[in-house]
Structure formats: structure tokens, C-alpha cells
């Protein structure tokens, strides 16, 4: 949320597609997308599992060629507080799973 308002009011961004497993089911995602479209911006919302291959593949095969992809940014993320030395290799995987898969 707070990167998209900053990709929008910051660097210009006037073409979005904004991602999540539950795309325009996702709390806020409707309120969101309103928002960047009062700024200017065109905005897609779409439900994808990135870190499944074929989802991917499909979700690329709708871009439009005028608006093609220039940059990706993943954001999702597991939270897993602890202090470094805590950090195990099993936690540290539980944590960068969602990251690394999609990838």
C-alpha cells in the first residue's frame, strides 16, 4: 500500500498491477486501487500465487504490449520476530520461503 502510493506520487508510476494471492478480494485492495486512480494512475488488481510457475505465466500473458512490464517489486513476507542470534535455519527459512519461492 504504502509503496504503490510511492511509486505513484513520487516517481510518476501511472500503470500498475498490483498482486496478491486474493487480489481484488484483499482488504483495502478496492480502497487502494481508488485512491491510485485518483492520482492518476491505472491500476489492475490481481489474484496470483507467485510462487507457483503456470499462475505467473498466466498473469504475464495479460499484460498489455502498450503498458509492458518494466519492474517488479515483492513485498510479501513472513514475520518472525526474534533477535539475530536466535534466528535458526528453520526460522530463517519460514521467513524467506515466500521471497525465494517466488523468485
Known amino acids: 500500500t504504502v509503496l504503490a502510493r510511492h511509486l505513484v506520487t513520487t516517481h510518476g508510476a501511472r500503470h500498475l498491477l498490483l ?3 486474493r487480489g481484488p478480494q484483499a482488504p483495502g485492495a478496492t480502497e487502494l486501487k481508488n485512491e491510485l486512480h485518483a492520482l492518476g494512475a491505472q491500476v489492475t488488481l490481481a489474484a496470483c500465487d507467485v510462487s507457483d510457475q ?3 505465466t498466466t498473469l ?3 499484460i498489455p504490449a502498450d503498458h509492458p512490464l518494466k519492474a517488479v517489486i515483492h ?3 513472513v514475520l518472525d520476530d526474534t533477535v539475530l542470534t536466535a534466528l535458526t535455519p528453520e526460522r530463517l527459512d519460514t521467513v ?4 525465494t519461492d517466488a523468485a
Do not use: D, M, N, Q
Open 75 to 77: 513485498t510479501a513476507g
Open 19 to 21: 498482486v496478491s494471492r
Open 60 to 62: 504475464l500473458a495479460t
Open 96 to 99: 524467506l520461503k515466500p521471497k
Open 54 to 56: 503456470e499462475a505467473v
